[in-house]
C-alpha cells in the first residue's frame, strides 16, 4: 500500500471516530486535518480495543482490495456504537452476506447474485423506471406545497423499483421501509434492535415461502432455482441476501436523489445550468457520490495478518475503518475537493460503491434509476426551488445512510 514515511512510529491517543458535521453536505472538518497530518490515526472503538483510521484516497482504494483485511465481523456499526447483540444472536438472525464474508464464501455468494443481477434484467427495467418515475412527478405537481421531495418522489422511486426486481410487494413498502430505518439507525436499544432483525428474517423468510409456491420472474425466484441445483444455499442465506438488496437498493439511492437535488437547488443554483446542459446529469450523479458519500461512517475491516498501511504497522486482528467519504475528498486524488464540480471530468473515480471484490453489484442500477429522475425533474420542473435555508436540511445524523430527511421544495405549477 501507499507508504507515507512520516506516519511511522506518531504517537497519538486513540481519538473517537469524528462524525460532527459543520454542514448538511460536508464531513466532519477533523476528517481533513488527519488525512493531512496522520493518514492512518489511532481510532477508539466503542467497545473493544482501539482500532486504525484510514482518510487517504490511495489508502482506502489499496485496503478496499487487499485480501489481508477481512469484512467478516459480528457487528456492522461497531465503530459507532457498541455491539448490542452477541456473534451468536448476529449468526442466528443473519448469517454472512455479501457484507460480511470473504472468499471463499463471498465469492460463492456473489455469484449466486450477480447470476440473477443481470444486464438484461437491468435493462428490461428501463421503460418500468421511467414509468414508476412520471407516476411519482405527476404525484409532485399535484401535491400541497411546499412538497417534500424525499417522501414523494426520492424514497417511493427506488422502493418500488427494487421491489418489482427483488419480488418484495410494494404494498409493504410501509414495513420494509420502517425496517430499514430501524437497521440503520444508531439509537436503538437492544432490544429494539433485536426485534427488528427479528422481524426482518421472518418477513423474508415468508417471502421466500410464497415464492416458492408461486416462483416470478425476479431475484427472489431465481434465487430459489440456484438453491434446487446448490444444496449448500440455505433460506436463511437467500433471506440475508435479499435483505442486504433491498436495503442497499433503496436507501442508498433514495438519499442520493435527494442530496443531488439539494446541491442542484443551493446557491449558485446549478439547476438552470444543468437543465440546458442535459448532457451534464451523469457528472452530476458522479459528482454527487463523491462530493457527499452517503456510507458516511466508512467501512469496518479486520486485519487477517500484520500490514503496514501509510507506514503504519496494523497488527492481526485489528479493526480498521476506511472512510470513503474522506477519501473523496482527497486533494491528492481531487482538484479542488471541497468544491461541487458537475463538469469534474475524473469524479467516477469515487470509491461510493467501493472498490475490488466487494465493489456494489447494484451500481448500474442506481444510476439507472438516478440519471431518469434528475433527467426527468429537470425538464418537468424546470422552476424548481428549495423552500429552506438549504443549511437548515435535517439531515440523517444517526444513521449509516446519509441524506436529507426531509427536502421541503416549491415550484409554479
Known amino acids: 500500500m501507499t507508504g507515507h514515511p512520516a506516519q511511522a512510529g506518531t504517537a497519538r491517543a486513540p481519538m473517537p471516530l469524528p462524525v460532527d458535521r459543520p454542514g448538511p453536505l460536508d464531513p466532519p472538518a477533523e476528517l481533513q486535518r488527519l488525512r493531512t497530518d496522520l493518514p492512518v490515526a489511532p481510532l477508539a472503538f466503542p467497545d473493544g480495543p482501539p482500532g486504525w483510521l484510514v482518510t487517504r484516497y490511495d ?22 456504537r457498541a455491539s448490542l447483540i452477541t456473534p451468536e444472536e448476529m449468526a442466528a438472525l443473519r448469517p454472512s452476506d455479501l457484507l460480511t464474508s470473504d472468499p471463499p464464501e463471498h465469492t460463492r455468494l456473489r455469484r449466486l ?44 422511486v427506488p422502493s418500488l423499483v427494487i421491489s418489482e426486481l427483488l419480488g418484495v410487494p ?3 413498502r410501509d414495513r420494509y421501509q420502517r425496517l430499514t430505518a430501524e437497521l440503520l439507525s444508531l439509537d436503538r436499544t437492544r432490544d429494539q434492535l433485536l426485534a427488528s432483525k427479528a422481524e426482518m428474517k421472518s418477513y423474508l423468510l415468508h ?23 446448490d444444496a449448500t444455499l440455505t433460506d436463511d442465506e437467500i433471506a440475508a441476501l435479499a435483505q442486504l438488496v433491498l436495503i442497499a437498493g433503496h436507501e442508498t439511492t433514495a438519499n442520493v436523489i ?4 439539494l446541491l442542484l437547488l ?35 475491516r479486520v486485519a487477517r495478518e500484520p500490514l503496514t498501511v501509510a507506514g503504519q504497522t496494523i497488527q492481526a486482528g485489528e479493526r480498521v475503518v476506511l472512510h470513503l467519504p474522506a477519501a473523496n475528498r482527497d486533494p491528492a486524488r481531487f482538484t479542488d475537493p471541497d468544491h461541487f464540480d458537475p463538469h469534474r471530468p475524473d469524479a467516477a473515480k469515487h470509491l461510493s460503491f467501493g472498490h475490488g471484490p ?10 439507472i434509476e438516478l440519471r431518469t429522475v434528475l433527467t ?30 426531509r427536502l421541503p421544495v416549491d415550484f409554479t405549477p
Not at 258 to 261: K, P, Q, S, Y
Not at 278 to 293: C, M, N, S
Not at 380 to 390: E, G
Open 59 to 80: 489508502d482506502v482504494r489499496a485496503a478496499l482490495a487487499d485480501p489481508r483485511l477481512s469484512s467478516r465481523r459480528p457487528h456492522l456499526n461497531s465503530h459507532i
Open 113 to 156: 447474485v450477480n447470476g440473477q443481477f443481470t444486464t438484461r434484467r437491468i435493462n428490461q427495467l428501463d421503460a418500468r423506471i421511467q414509468a414508476i418515475v412520471d407516476q411519482h412527478l405527476d404525484a409532485l405537481a399535484t401535491a400541497p406545497r411546499p412538497a417534500d421531495l424525499m417522501a414523494t418522489v426520492a424514497l417511493p
Open 170 to 172: 410494494f404494498a409493504d
Open 207 to 229: 417471502l421466500i415461502g410464497l415464492r416458492r409456491a408461486e416462483p416470478a420472474d425476479d431475484l427472489l425466484s431465481g434465487l430459489l432455482q440456484a438453491q434446487a441445483t
Open 258 to 261: 435527494g442530496l443531488a437535488t
Open 266 to 300: 443551493r446557491p449558485p443554483r446549478l439547476w438552470d445550468t444543468v437543465r440546458q446542459r442535459p448532457d451534464l446529469v451523469d457528472g452530476v450523479i458522479e459528482e454527487t457520490l463523491r462530493y457527499a458519500t452517503v456510507l458516511q461512517f466508512g467501512l469496518l
Open 358 to 367: 466487494h465493489h456494489c453489484i447494484g451500481d448500474q442500477l442506481a444510476r
Open 376 to 405: 426527468t425533474m429537470l425538464h418537468r420542473f424546470p422552476d424548481l426551488r428549495l423552500a429552506a435555508d438549504p443549511d437548515e436540511i435535517p439531515t440523517h445524523q444517526h444513521r449509516v445512510v446519509h441524506g436529507p430527511a
